[in-house]
């Protein structure tokens, strides 16, 4: 059963950097695209970045050049290092998986067939 478990939230100053770590288990990691996505109380989800099979990478311009987001197949693990936070970054923050190759279509949540549980973010101004 495949499983993703997210890690690292937390309170933060405005200003400040966090990185959360996303553990897959009960698939074959390498294979699958992953992405972050976020969820402010009473907003849509939103995507946040992607990452694809080559390493490829997407952003939300909100996040570009703020965020940055990588993978390590040896550990089965997806990265989001965040820098200069600001409170509109706050929020539940979710990685996913999906098949198939990279792309544009990864921005879309529709895209992915894993999702973790979530780890909340909260930046203080």
């Known amino acids: 059963q495949a ?3 997210e890690s690292g939230g937390d309170l933060v100053q405005a200003g400040g950097s966090l ?3 996303c553990t897959a288990s009960g698939l074959t ?3 699958y695209c992953m992405g972050w996505f976020r969820q402010a ?3 849509e989800r939103e995507f ?3 990452i694809s099979l080559s390493d490829n990478t997407y952003y939300a311009d909100s996040v570009k050049g703020r965020f940055t987001i990588s993978r390590d197949n040896a550990k089965n693990t997806a990265y989001l290092q965040m820098g200069s936070l600001n409170p ?3 929020g539940v923050y979710y990685c996913a998986a999906a098949t198939g190759l990279g792309g544009f279509r990864l921005a879309s949540g529709s895209a992915y067939k894993y999702w973790g549980q979530g780890t909340q973010v909260t930046v203080s101004s």
Request: net charge positive.
């Open 3 to 5: 499983q993703l478990v």
């Open 19 to 21: 990185r959360l770590s």
């Open 29 to 31: 990691f390498r294979s």
């Open 41 to 43: 109380p009473g907003k």
């Open 48 to 50: 946040v970045a992607a």
């Open 88 to 90: 509109e970054d706050a």
